[in-house]
Nanobody, 124 residues
Framework: QVQLVESGGGSVQAGGSLRLSCVAS????????LGWFRQAPGKEREGVAA????????VYSDSVKGRFTISRDGAKNTLALQMNSLKPEDSAMYYC?????????????????WGQGTQVTVSS
C-alpha cells in the first residue's frame, strides 16, 4: 500500500508563489510515475505536471507550462510542485498521485494512488 499526504496549499494574490509538497510512504518503489492534478468546483480533474522516475522526463499541461515545476527528493520520498506567477484560474484542490505508467502522463487513468488534496486559492 501507498499513502500520500499533501501540504503547502493556501491563499495567495495573483502573481505570487506557492510550493506544494507530498510525502509518500509505503511501497512507493512499485510506482515510477509521479503526478500533480487539480480540480476546481464543477470541473473535471486536470493533470498539471508529471514526472517519470525511470528517465527523469517530465510533462506539463499547457496552462501551467513555464510557471510550475515538478520535482522529487527520492531520499525523502517527497514530491514537490513549485508554482510561480499564480493566476486566479489556478485556484483548485491540488492532489498528488502515484501511478504505474512507464511514461510521463497527465491522464488520471495512469494513476492508482491519490492523496487527500490541498486547497490553493489565488485572488485577483
Amino acid at each position: 500500500q501507498v499513502q500520500l499526504v499533501e501540504s503547502g496549499g493556501g491563499s495567495v494574490q495573483a502573481g505570487g508563489s506557492l510550493r506544494l509538497s507530498c510525502v509518500a510512504s509505503g511501497n512507493t518503489g512499485s510506482r515510477p510515475l509521479l503526478g500533480w492534478f487539480r480540480q476546481a468546483p464543477g470541473k473535471e480533474r486536470e493533470g498539471v505536471a508529471a514526472l517519470y522516475t525511470g528517465s527523469g522526463a517530465s510533462v506539463y499541461s499547457d496552462s501551467v507550462k513555464g510557471r510550475f515545476t515538478i520535482s522529487r527528493d527520492g531520499a525523502k520520498n517527497t514530491l514537490a510542485l513549485q508554482m510561480n506567477s499564480l493566476k486566479p484560474e489556478d485556484s483548485a484542490m491540488y492532489y498528488c498521485a502515484l501511478g504505474f505508467w512507464l511514461l510521463p502522463s497527465l491522464r488520471p487513468q495512469s494513476y492508482d494512488y491519490w492523496g487527500q488534496g490541498t486547497q490553493v486559492t489565488v485572488s485577483s
